[in-house]
């Protein structure tokens, strides 16, 4: 059976500071990926998506960059945290990009200060 | 851009009674998901329901699709106290690649 990891589950960091969240999804190969992120009490806003190694399109400019350096993993990154940056933040995957259910990971809270 | 908006933003119900969520979108789409949600948790996919179908059910759950309407609406019957959470509904553009999902509808279930 498939299954997503997302870690770490929570994470305090000052404004400045780099970031780095790992999803990796097992017993599936070449999943659609995503990251979402959530702010209190809102909707998913997507920030970034990949259907294939090395490919990811960007949903909003900001000051995060995401990679997929293997086929079942996927990076969220920053080179320097802004307050604004704070939330939770999620991966998921799914077979075929948007006919075809998304498959969460448990989430990551990111409190910047 | 949000696609979908769902309504009410709160529901509070008693425990047995059936509770009804609405979802609103603007574009034409492929297909609608709806997902749960438990607090500080990641979201659970529930039901899909595509663009052809106007009905779907899974177990307690109740998907219905109106497309001239551009709405659709997750009825949950006999609800328990453990339906406690938020749902969201989920929209792809029409030959689009991406779900877009509004911002929820938080439902509580008193026991």
């Known amino acids: 059976s498939q299954t997503i990891h997302q870690w770490p589950a929570t994470l305090v960091q000052p404004v400045g500071s780099p970031l780095s969240l790992e999803c990796t999804v097992e017993?599936?190969?070449?999943?659609?990926l995503y990251w979402y992120r959530q702010a209190a009490g809102r909707g998913l806003q997507l920030l970034f998506y990949?259907?294939?190694?090395?490919?990811i399109s960007s949903e909003v400019p900001q000051n995060l960059s995401a990679s997929r350096p293997q086929d079942r993993q996927f990076i969220l990154s920053s080179k320097k945290l802004l307050l604004s940056d704070s939330g939770f933040y999620l991966c998921a995957w799914s077979v075929r990009a948007g006919v075809s259910p998304l498959h969460f990971g448990n989430g990551t809270r990111l409190t910047v200060t | 851009s949000q696609q979908g908006e769902e309504d009410p933003q709160a529901l509070s119900i008693q425990e047995g009674e059936n509770a009804t969520m609405n979802c609103s979108y603007k574009t034409s789409i492929n297909n609608l998901q709806w997902y749960r949600q438990n607090s500080g948790r990641g979201l659970v996919h529930l039901i899909l329901?595509?663009?052809?179908?106007r009905e779907k059910h899974s177990g307690r759950l109740r998907v219905t699709l109106d497309t001239s309407k551009k709405s659709s609406s997750l009825l949950i019957t006999a609800s328990r106290a453990a339906d406690t959470a938020s749902y969201f509904c989920a929209t792809d553009r029409e030959y689009g690649n991406k779900l877009v999902f509004g911002a929820g509808t938080i439902l509580r279930v008193k026991s």
């Open positions: 017993g599936t190969s070449n999943p659609n």
């Open positions: 990949s259907v294939g190694i090395g490919q």
């Open positions: 329901i595509r663009s052809n179908e």
